[in-house]
């Protein structure tokens, strides 16, 4: 079975400050591992995705996430936020063993303000 | 266009009513899943399909549900007998084998 905790549903920051969004799993195999952002009355989008390729991985806007396999961390991050980052963003895991079916997190809301 | 598409967009039913989304993925994509997400939440997932093969089916589908794919391409998810609890956004999302999903832009159910 597979699981993904996402620590804060919402997260507040500043324009131009740095952006942190934590993210837990579980998994049974090795993982896949997604971030996917939402914006209001928008599909989901992907961010970047883990295929244990490198640990560091870099995705679009800025964000990259670091796969930590001795903490089962995937924590999102971006240096500056920019205003057109406020959203939901999804921690997602992925299982192989059943055709790649996603596991997603609960979510982190981003607030940016001015 | 050449992504997902999910119609209608927005769907208003009385309960009790029958309801019938369609789901286009993208055309190369053998892959097909529906999920649900309701107000606050990740979305969940509901079923998938291999071409036209629905290979796992979660238990959240209840009985009222059910997900086609008849020829491969396009599929169909039907709920018979809505109730406000299956008032929800329902996406669908396409994938090569070794490809990430692409998602639609889903169809927001309310069930009055």
């Known amino acids: 079975a597979q699981s993904v905790t996402q620590l804060d549903s919402h997260v507040s920051v500043s324009e131009g400050t740095p952006v942190l969004l934590r993210c837990n799993y579980s998994?049974?195999?090795?993982?896949?591992l997604f971030w996917y952002v939402q914006h209001p009355n928008k599909g989901l989008q992907l961010l970047l995705k883990?295929?244990?390729?490198?640990?560091l991985v870099k995705g679009i806007n800025g964000f990259e996430a670091e796969f930590k396999k001795s903490e089962t961390s995937f924590h999102l991050t971006k240096p500056s936020a920019h205003m057109s980052d406020a959203a939901e963003y999804f921690c997602v895991v992925s299982d192989q063993a059943a055709g790649n079916k996603l596991t997603f997190g609960g979510g982190t809301r981003v607030l940016v303000k001015p | 266009d050449t992504g997902v598409s999910q119609d209608p967009r927005h769907k208003i039913t009385k309960r009790g009513q029958n309801v019938t989304f369609r789901c286009d993925p993208i055309s190369e994509h053998n892959r097909l899943y529906w999920y649900r997400q309701t107000l606050g939440q990740g979305p969940e997932f509901l079923t998938y399909f291999q071409n036209e093969a629905q290979l796992e089916k979660s238990r959240l589908l209840s009985d009222r549900f059910s997900a086609e794919r008849p020829k491969g391409s396009f599929s169909t998810l039907e709920i018979q007998r809505t109730e406000q609890g299956d008032s929800a956004m329902y996406l669908c999302?396409?994938?090569?084998?070794?490809?990430?999903?692409?998602f639609g832009s889903g169809t927001r159910l309310t069930v009055v």
């Open positions: 998994s049974s195999y090795s993982p896949s």
């Open positions: 883990y295929t244990s390729a490198a640990t």
């Open positions: 999302a396409s994938s090569s084998d070794r490809g990430h999903p692409f």
